[in-house]
């Protein structure tokens, strides 16, 4: 009989298509693992309502899985408590910025108008001369900054509370 | 009506409001004035898009009928569409989007705000999750609402008029009907008229700051709810509905 844990240290080998450097470990998509009615069930929550990532990732988990001989594994997903930039590790905080993407910081309430863009330190030089180019990026959880010092357009992995 | 009966058509309403608003986004891709806003218009598509599915697949589960989000969606004739006739009105120049999007933005953050404490544990699920994209859609739309307004003689005198045509749409967002009379009573969706005070004071300031002016004519249109269309309504369902009506069935 296989072990939760041994499910969970496959699963970190299932990467976020959007962004292939986090496993959907690290990005904390995944909310339950559990045995029941003679399967395996795969609790995930999605990072945005309308991300297209959701179902490359539930085909990637089902197929990790059956490489490892399980084959009647459930993907259920959940809405609620809704996913935050919280849960994504230390680990994937790390993973990001060698990536070239800035990790989330602290933010001001997003209802705020004209607040000013949070300091986000750039990626390559950590400069924190950084400038907000648009709120919105590449997908669905990514903003695009500009660094000031060293001139390099990097994407920040916004902050979601 | 039967509780089962009043939430299906809220749910309805809800995702269809996304659905038709997500599908008049989409269509900007790749003609956005700048390439940012383009990335951005597209952006908040998909989250009302996502937000869609969520509430369509939760209609389809209380009707209980064999249907899914996309039977729904993609299947239905243009009279059992029961979205407000705001959103599905032309994109028109960049003002008007941005102008209906803020009407409707505003609207939808008091909404979800409540409804995330409603009685119904999946609708509180569906709003806490929508509520987040919301916020992030209001500032952007709010911001662009004061940059356009109180911005040059030109953009100032544009996004008026987007104003003044768009206002007469705006009642409808606070429709109800016996449904809502009944899941209000139930404590499953929040009071209409609290969520009008916040969005009344929201688009007053905002408006207040834009140096925009609330038209004094204050007609107002509506239908959507009750599945009676504008004229752009058809045209809109031709474009989101082609594929499945050509090809029956057809999957990515």
Redesign the interface.
Known sequence: MVTKEEIYSWLEEVSDPEVPVLSIIDLGVVRNVSFENNSWQITLTPTYSGCPAMQTMEEEILLKLKERGLSTVKILTTLSPAWTTDWLSENGRKKLKAYGIAPPEDEQDKSLLFSSPTIVPCPVCNSKNTRLISQFGSTACKAHYQCSACQEPFDYFKCLK | MTKNEALFNYTLRLGDDSLILGQRLAEWCGHGPIL??D??IT??S??????A??LLNYAALIENKDRNADNIAFLRLEKEYCNILLVEQLNGDFGDTMMRQFLFDAFR?PLFEMLQFSKD??L???A???L??T??H???S??WI?RLGDGTEESHQRVQNSLTNLWRYTDELFFTDESDTLLGELGIIPDFSKIKEVWSANVTA?FE?ATLQIPANNWQFEGGRKGRHSEHMGYLLAELQYMQRAYPNMEW
């Open positions: 940012e806003e990335i951005a952006n908040i998909l989250d009302l898009i996502g937000q599915t969520n953050k544990k999946q509180a699920a569906i806490e999750k929508s987040k994209e916020k992030y209001l500032k952007h709010s911001e004061i905002v700051q």
